[in-house]
């Protein structure tokens, strides 16, 4: 044995003597001979034997029965040690744990004594126990009722030490046992109970969240514990709370940096100092926990910076734990809300780190390094010395965490350096889960950044060589789109796949070829074969024969070398002897039904030669257009409602009816033989996964944009049966990570001076020759290498400079881009640092997207972010935001003031207009007057009809003819006392709106043709609205000198509604109809029953069947139903309805049925339905476009459809759609794309963020994204049907 | 959350291993055996972090003693390897410079210690002073059973 050991030994007779003080008196003979002999074991198997003698003697004694504590212990620690050895020593776990529980006899035996001392858990029996078992170990069960037992117990020691085998050994099932007790033990005097309970309990939280839900109002207790060691356990369970659910513990941020600026001002004892630093893990617990709360969130970001900035200053020590607090506030720093000083500074110690010599501290300034350019790209030029260094390093570890750093940066003009050292790494590496990590990294950076596509070809070509079997199937498919893809230029595409074609079929001649590669190999030379002229079929045809006689991993792969030699087969006259002989051989002899049903198939097609070509055409390239929301069912699925048939439900909602409805039976039936569900399975019951459906080589190739999607985790639920069809089918919807243009980001409509300057730039740098090139590199590279530069460089240096310049060319460029800028185009108001900013949010939503290993398919957000045009003025924007505020005021003012039923004449009201047109006028800025060129849009925004008229003034003659119709609604508010003269007044007013109408048509179609159109609406004249001058027309109402009331209570008609008041259902009785109106936190539908019949009805009872998704309430309470007693001939009953949402759904109709008993008091019913849309619960979300693009990447379920835009021909009319029709505010617009987002009522979680882009022809594609798939389908589809 | 926890020596002998997750024996014999030969191959100068498999590993290497943690992605490595040098400070307080042996005989007061300073994964008591102290209190409680239990014997109750 070695040395060590030896001197171990030589020193153990003294040990053995106590020499060693008292710790060696506790020692048995047994356990030191045991010690002995394995010392001095000479091998491995000798070890083993000697312990499985010793396991053997331990089981005879342990089965013995008078065997006393003192004895057991020892036995124990054998134990523990042979297992530890690694021999199985579970036999004795029973013992253990019947000792641990034999506590209890021993108290009846020695009843007398005191409890205190009683004699119950020894600490080595826990011990043991919890060493043995585990939470899920069937043996545990029976230990509950000794920890019951300890944790009442008075002794302290006793009560810490249960706590800890509690914290370990309790699983979800026993919680609900131990947690009384152990909640008790928050209020214990002693601060160590108190640590151990709280800290036991965020174990429990962590596996059981709902169990513990009823005590949150503790953990705070514990928060504000005196001790702080309670406080810091404490900390652990918000910091889950707060991952879990951030909002809702916002106002910890002021209470959480008062307490760590106490801790870097030394205010806490010093027992909690650890090398003269204070309370280290507790500053790093509570920085953590910054940097959670101030993300994406400015207001509170703010409050940190100083505080953060203090705990930078102070950790400034050259020990480890303080580089620890600098590394942890740092990345707080790169996370919360960003402020361009803090980051500097942060950018400045990452330099410290980084020059450290320690490779510890290296490591963390690669780590800390990649958190900063996420925000600043531009610091990363800084450091390219080192970086590359840390390249070469001869540490795995410091070599990996550089390549993941070189990963972060990549850009388009460095991509291809990168990327070679990624494959250069793949090649040496042997860990399976370093190579899965380097496949993903090359594969998604080849697919976001490709200059070329032949690049990308052969690099994924590399990588398939070099790992075949652990490259994901997406990166296959998507190659085999990108071969597929047409583009403009059809000779490049040409060239393209004959490039490919040339290249696979020199590859098949390779020994070994993965199954994925043999796919893409299959696929291409079934299509494109036929372009290389070069190639004749049937020798193409023959070598894929002789791939078929390999084995394959993947079953289907067979079938895919079928088909391609089928697809060659079908063009070509003569068909080869090695086709007819493989068709021959599957058909009969194979145990693949899919393959062996194609062989079956090739076989009868090669009977009829013209139809063989019918159906395996030539590629063409023409793609199919298809619907992918399937909204021509629309039609059909309503006629089928109106049928009477029920509402589709969704599969998980069926489940929960089913589950509903089982538990009545049982109920029912009498007696329950399920056993009940255990408290945390609800929760994971209902998440059910999918599983990618099995595709045939054929249709994955038709499909492939589907595949891509579900293999990125975006799958279709099994349930939503109609879109799992459409995404499947969906050929245009996706939109291609990059296409052979390159990265989608270098063409789409970018600020153009901008463009012009990098190509310029990146023209110029080629040009010159490549000394020149290592010259501009230096002088790139600020400070630490200019002094070497004068030095006269050694191969070595020259070569990591050159490669320090290629592998930062995109950044040091960006860097220098900002200067010209800044100079040439100050007038633009773009600052220097808003270019920088772009660059870095360019970079930021990289490294997001592919933390995620979201396979580049969002790509294009980054297209979006990068065409963001900064040079808009911040304070434009937001004082272009605050206008629909101040037009909202003015607007609400006018219905305050006019809805009271006060007699208004006419002057009066004129006047009171004028009043509001004058406020109007003066809170408009010059702003409002480039708006209010399309005012009557702003007035559609706003729900306020009238408005427009305030606002158009503008258009001369038009405006007075809205002004008189605006009035006329106005007026037309009800009042009983003044019916008459109202009504005088409104004819006489409309008289005059339609004199002026007609005076004045040619102005209004030419200036305001909207605002006519409106005009027209408020008088009433379309028939479904039930604005009052309906009721004018009637003349029985007048004559009788009652009204009907038909306006929205008082308080909502503040919030937007609906224009129109839509019937729901009416007879000759009564008439039913509602109003939406979109409440900030809920949809109030307001119902108006009116009585239309002479006589009163009476006992109506109103009831609405909610779909299962959403939730009713009326009058503040959740119910489905209201009763009226009468109702008054010419009576209406308003009743509000206030719809909450819970989930998402496809469809969603509010149903319901109206019961009354008219004057011959005959009950009646009537049915009535109406449709309710995701747009009724969305609510405009105000974000600026940085937060959007943190949300972006964080939704991970997306929905992508592709629509004509129909008459909407500018992006402002599209934002301006959406907003109206979706409820979602426009974040921006750039070039042909916008952004908008908006939140689901009540649930502040759930948002949903919308990138539209015009594309070509006259076609629009919509982009949506939450975090429910659901939720994206749901909005999608009713975005698709509105824009029918 | 730390995950486990190894001791081993330099020549691969397991002295201590403290799970906070629960694994298979398999699967734990498994990984101690990986890591300890990818930690016992590298070099002195290298990192003191390994990214393996989903985890972070942290090692330090005292004397003849490698103290191997596992961390989570989200976690400090700097503050392990803090966490591993201040268990090294209590037993070498406990122990009074602390060897290897100590460890080997009295593996079980390692063990104590360790639960004492951390529970359930995460740091539980970072002031020395309270660990000890209740380590104190612990091996009190076993003295007072000892003697409980000879008095008891002696009666001839036992």
Not at chain 1, 336 to 354: F, T
Request: net charge negative; with cysteine; charged share 25%.
């Amino acid at each position: 044995m070695s040395d060590i050991m030896e001197k171990t030994l030589a020193s153990l007779p003294g040990f053995l003597t106590g020499n060693y003080g008292t710790r060696g008196a506790n020692i048995s003979a047994g356990f030191q001979n045991l010690i002995r002999c394995v010392g001095e074991a000479k091998s491995k198997h000798e070890e083993e034997r000697i312990i499985k003698k010793e396991l053997e003697l331990l089981k005879q004694r342990l089965a013995h029965p008078d065997i006393s504590k003192k004895q057991m212990r020892e036995y124990l620690v054998r134990l523990i040690y042979c297992e530890m050895l690694g021999q199985d020593a579970s036999f004795g776990y029973i013992h253990a744990l019947k000792f641990a529980q034999q506590g209890t006899l021993l108290d009846k035996r020695v009843g007398m004594f005191p409890p205190t001392v009683s004699l119950n858990f020894g600490t080595m029996e826990i011990l043991a126990v919890s060493l043995f078992l585990h939470e899920n170990h069937e043996l545990v069960v029976l230990l509950i009722n000794t920890l019951q037992r300890d944790l009442r117990s008075t002794n302290i020691v006793e009560v810490c030490i249960a706590l800890t085998a509690v914290s370990r050994l309790i699983n979800t099932e026993m919680i609900a046992a131990i947690l009384p007790l152990v909640e008790d033990k928050l209020q214990h005097t002693k601060a160590i109970v108190r640590i151990k309970a709280v800290m036991t309990l965020q174990q429990f939280h962590k596996k059981a969240p709902n169990v513990v839900q009823h005590i949150h109002g503790k953990f705070q207790k514990a928060l504000c514990d005196k001790d702080p060691g309670v406080m810091s356990a404490a900390l652990y369970i918000f910091h889950d709370l707060i991952k879990k659910d951030t909002a809702k513990y916002k106002d910890l941020v002021p209470p959480f940096i008062t307490v760590l600026q106490q801790i870097i001002d030394k205010k806490l004892p010093t027992d909690y100092e650890y090398h003269q630093i204070p309370a280290p893990w507790l500053q790093i617990r509570i920085i953590k926990m910054l940097a959670k709360l101030g993300q994406d969130d400015a207001v509170n970001s703010s409050l940190m910076y100083k505080t953060l900035e203090n705990t930078l200053i102070r950790a400034d020590q050259h020990h480890c734990m303080s580089y620890a607090i600098l590394y942890e506030c740092i990345m707080t720093i790169c996370q919360i809300s960003p402020n361009a000083a803090l980051i500097a500074k942060a950018a400045a110690c990452v330099g410290r780190l980084l020059k450290a010599r320690s490779n510890n501290l290296r490591y963390f300034g690669l780590n800390a390094l990649s958190a900063v350019i996420k925000v600043n790209a531009t610091y990363a030029a800084e450091h390219q010395l080192i970086v590359i260094e840390c390249l070469d390093d001869p540490d795995d570890t410091i070599k990996f965490k550089t390549l993941d750093l070189l990963y972060r940066m990549t850009n388009q003009k460095n991509v291809e350096v990168i990327c070679e050292k990624l494959t250069e790494h793949l090649k040496s590496a042997k860990d399976i889960y370093i190579k899965k990590d380097l496949v993903s990294k090359i594969t998604t950076l080849a697919e976001r950044f490709s200059p070329r596509a032949e690049w990308y070809l052969n690099t994924i070509n590399q990588v398939f060589l070099l790992a075949g079997t652990i490259v994901p199937k997406e990166v296959a498919n998507n190659l085999m789109k990108l071969i597929a893809e047409d583009t403009a230029a059809e000779e490049y595409d040409r060239e393209l796949r004959i490039n490919a074609v040339m290249c696979y079929n020199s590859l098949m001649d390779r020994p070994l070829l993965p199954d994925s590669l043999i796919h893409v190999i299959c696929w291409v030379l079934g299509e494109f074969s036929h372009l290389a002229e070069s190639l004749s079929p049937n020798e193409i045809v023959d070598k894929l024969g002789k791939l078929l006689s390999r084995s394959f991993e993947d079953e289907s792969t067979a079938s895919w070398v079928l088909t391609a030699m089928a697809k060659i087969q079908s063009s070509c006259e003569d068909v080869s002897d090695t086709f007819t002989d493989s068709l021959r051989r599957y058909k009969t002899c194979s145990h693949d039904m899919d393959l062996r049903q194609r062989a079956c198939e090739f076989d009868q097609l090669l009977q009829d030669k013209t139809l063989m070509k019918d159906i395996l055409p030539a590629p063409t390239s023409q793609t199919l257009e298809i619907d992918s929301t399937l909204s021509f069912l629309d039609e059909y699925v309503s006629e089928a409602l109106s049928q009477g048939v029920p509402v589709y439900k969704p599969k998980q909602q069926r489940q929960t009816h089913q589950i509903t409805m089982a538990i009545k039976q049982s109920l029912w039936s009498g007696l329950n033989f399920d056993p009940y569900e255990s408290p945390t399975a609800s929760l994971a019951s209902t998440a059910s996964k999918s599983t990618p459906p099995h595709k045939s080589p054929m249709i994955t190739i038709a499909l492939d944009p589907s595949v891509s999607s579900s293999a990125s985790g975006h799958s279709s639920e099994p349930w939503e049966t109609e879109d799992l069809g459409s995404s499947r089918l969906n050929l245009k919807g996706l939109k291609p990570v990059w296409s052979r243009e390159g990265y989608h980001g270098t063409k789409q409509g970018k600020d153009k001076t901008r463009d012009k300057e990098v190509t310029e730039f990146m023209d110029e740098k080629p040009a010159k020759s490549k000394p020149t090139v290592q010259v501009s590199s230096v002088t790139a590279t600020a400070t630490p290498s200019k002094h070497t530069a004068t030095i006269v460089e050694t191969e070595e240096e020259r070569r990591k400079r050159e490669l320090a310049s290629a592998v930062f060319s995109g950044i040091v460029t960006s860097e220098k881009e900002g200067i010209p800028d800044e100079v040439g185009n100050n007038h633009g108001g773009r600052t220097p640092k808003q270019t920088i900013f772009t660059d870095s949010l360019l970079e930021g939503f990289g490294h997001r997207e592919v933390d995620k290993n979201q396979q580049g398919k969002e790509a294009s957000i980054v297209d979006l972010l990068s065409e963001i045009n900064f040079s808009q003025d911040v304070a434009d924007t937001s004082s272009v935001d605050m206008l629909p505020g101040i037009i909202q005021t003015g607007v609400s003012a006018t219905s305050v003031g006019v809805t009271p039923p006060d007699l208004t004449p006419s002057g009066q009201d004129i006047g009171i207009l004028n009043k509001l047109d004058n406020s109007v006028n003066g809170k408009r800025n010059d702003l409002l007057q480039d708006i209010s060129a399309d005012a009557a849009e702003v007035g559609k925004t706003m729900n306020m009809n009238q408005s427009s008229s305030h606002v158009t003034e503008k258009t001369e003659g038009g405006s007075t003819s809205q002004r008189m119709g605006g009035t006329a609604y106005l007026v037309s508010i009800p009042d009983d006392s003044s019916t008459d003269r109202e009504s005088v007044h409104i004819e006489s007013l409309q008289g005059e709106a339609r004199d002026d109408t007609k005076l004045t048509d040619s102005d209004i179609k030419s200036k305001s043709g909207a605002s006519a159109d409106l005009l027209l609406t408020d008088s009433g004249v379309k028939p479904s609205s039930v604005c009052l001058l309906d009721s004018d027309i009637d003349d029985n109402a007048l004559s009788d000198g009652v009204t009907v009331t038909q306006t929205l209570p008082d308080g909502l008609d503040q919030y937007p509604h609906a224009k129109e008041h839509q019937e729901l259902v009416s007879d000759s009785v009564v008439r039913v109809s509602s109003c939406k109106v979109w409440k900030p936190d809920v949809l109030a539908i307001v119902v108006f029953i009116t009585n239309q019949n002479k006589f009163a009805i009476q006992s109506m009872q109103f009831n609405v069947d909610v779909p299962s998704n959403l939730k009713v309430a009326i009058n503040e309470s959740e119910c489905n139903t209201f009763s009226v007693d009468k109702l008054e001939f010419r009576q209406c009953h308003v009743e509000e309805l206030q719809v909450g949402y819970i989930g998402p759904s496809l469809h969603m109709v509010l149903g319901g049925q109206l019961l009354y008993k008219d004057h011959t008091n005959t009950t009646k019913r009537l049915f009535f339905s109406t449709p309710l849309h995701m747009s009724d619960f969305l609510r405009p979300l105000k974000l600026v476009t940085e937060e959007f693009g943190k949300k972006w990447t964080s939704c991970s379920k997306d929905k992508k459809i592709v629509i004509q835009r129909g008459n909407i021909q500018t992006m402002e009319d599209y934002m301006k759609f959406i907003e109206e029709k979706l409820h979602l505010h426009s974040v921006q617009i750039i070039g042909h794309e916008g952004i908008s987002c908006g939140i689901l009522l009540q649930k502040s979680n759930d948002i949903c963020l919308l990138h539209g882009k015009f594309v070509q022809s006259n076609s629009l594609e919509l982009w949506f994204r939450s975090n429910s798939q659901l939720l994206s389908d749901a909005v999608a589809r009713q975005c698709s049907t509105l824009f029918k | 959350m730390m995950q486990f926890m190894l001791l081993f020596s330099r020549q691969g002998k397991l002295r201590l291993q403290k799970w906070w997750v629960a694994k298979l024996d398999k699967d734990k014999k498994k990984i101690t055996r990986e890591l300890m030969t990818t930690i016992l191959s590298r070099k002195p100068k290298m990192c003191s972090f390994l990214e393996w498999r989903d985890l972070k590993i942290v090692y330090k290497r005292y004397a003849s003693l490698y103290f191997c943690c596992a961390i989570e992605e989200k976690d400090n490595e700097l503050l392990t390897l803090e966490i591993i040098h201040r268990y090294v400070e209590l037993l070498d307080k406990y122990f009074g410079s602390v060897c290897e042996l100590d460890i080997i005989f009295n593996f079980e007061k390692a063990y104590f210690m360790l639960d004492e300073l951390m529970l359930g994964g995460e740091i539980q008591e970072t002031s020395k002073k309270n660990v000890l102290k209740a380590i104190a209190a612990q091996d009190l409680l076993q003295e007072e059973a000892d003697a409980m239990r000879n008095a008891l014997e002696e009666m001839g109750f036992l």
